[in-house]
């Protein structure tokens, strides 16, 4: 397998930015004074396991419909290209056929679940709303929109097997091009997954929630970080059998690098926008959607869909 001349660049900053932007971050907490005022211990409230487990299923619910979402759009462009027949599976795609576009169009599924991250972005930024349930499936729709699109750009400046990669040499990107690109998705990764941890924090049924650095950190492990690792589990469901590439590699690597950042920002919020009256999450409606979308993946798309 070929890599780029700048490939030990980009693979630096990705370390640096993967491991040691969280890492940084959280020790910087750790050695901040807080401050804000100290949590009451009697105010101290229960786990909301409820909230932990509707979490876990939005959240694998939300990254197979950005993964189907981004497969799609692989495969629709090279459906209405002249020469190119394509096919949609569980856990991948595949075309016959030659032409030219191919490659281009092997662009368009990362860019489209860019798109919609950031749309999901800009909900939150506008709606708080009352419903848990869909607060959590917008903030879950951002993080894997962004974060199932930012890292394939720094893989395709890397790799040019990669399907961004591909893409990027159809468009002749010169190398301090693709650098620049791989560069800016880096910082959009540290930004995004720090941006995340405020709307996870507004999820809070009650200010003593969020209450203190302590809390919330406590918090963001129970309602994110614990709820999207083991989520890892479920999401396995939908991508076998498979190559281990196309079966754990994505989801792993998505859920720990978008997930470190969330965690490590946690202490950094002071000020949330907490609605007046939450809603409680709902598990039945997430697990029922989830299962429909198991039956879609294994008993319709695994035999592959041709376009």
């Not at 491991?19 to 949590?39: E, N, Y």
């Not at 576009?101 to 972005?121: D, E, M, P």
């Not at 200010?207 to 492990?221: K, L, N, S």
Request: glycine letters at 8%.
């Amino acid at each position: 397998m070929s890599v780029r001349p700048e490939a030990g660049v980009v693979l630096i900053l990705s370390a640096l930015v993967a491991i040691g932007g969280p890492v940084g971050l959280g020790l910087a907490g750790l050695l901040r004074k807080d401050p804000t005022r100290a949590a009451d211990p009697r105010s101290q409230l229960p786990w909301d396991g409820r909230l932990t487990i509707s979490s876990a299923l939005i959240y694998t619910l939300a990254f197979n419909l950005i993964f189907l979402l981004q497969e799609l759009f692989l495969v629709l462009p090279k459906a209405l290209t002249p020469g190119l027949h394509a096919t949609l599976y569980h856990n991948n795609h595949g075309w016959t056929g030659e032409n030219p576009l191919a490659r281009l169009f092997q662009g368009t599924g990362a860019l489209v679940i860019l798109l919609v991250g950031l749309a999901a972005v800009g909900w939150l930024k506008r709606s708080s709303g009352r419903s848990t349930t869909l607060r959590l499936f917008v903030i879950w729709i951002a993080f894997c929109g962004l974060f199932e699109s930012l890292p394939q750009v720094v893989v395709g400046a890397v790799l040019p097997q990669n399907d961004v990669g591909m893409a990027m040499d159809y468009l002749r990107l010169p190398p301090i091009a693709m650098l620049a690109a791989a560069i800016a998705s880096l910082a959009a990764i540290a930004a995004a997954g720090s941006w995340l941890a405020l709307p996870l924090l507004e999820v809070a049924d009650d200010p003593a929630r969020v209450e203190g650095r302590a809390r919330r950190t406590q918090f963001i492990f129970r309602t994110a970080t614990l709820p999207a690792l083991s989520a890892i589990l479920l999401i396995l469901l939908f991508r076998v059998p498979g190559s281990i590439d196309q079966v754990v590699i994505v989801p792993v690597a998505v859920t720990v690098i978008g997930i470190a950042w969330i965690q490590a920002s946690a202490w950094r919020y002071t000020e949330f926008d907490l609605a007046t009256r939450r809603e409680a999450p709902s598990i039945r409606a997430p697990l029922v959607a989830l299962l429909l979308l198991l039956v879609v993946f294994q008993v319709i798309l695994r035999p592959g869909i041709a376009f």
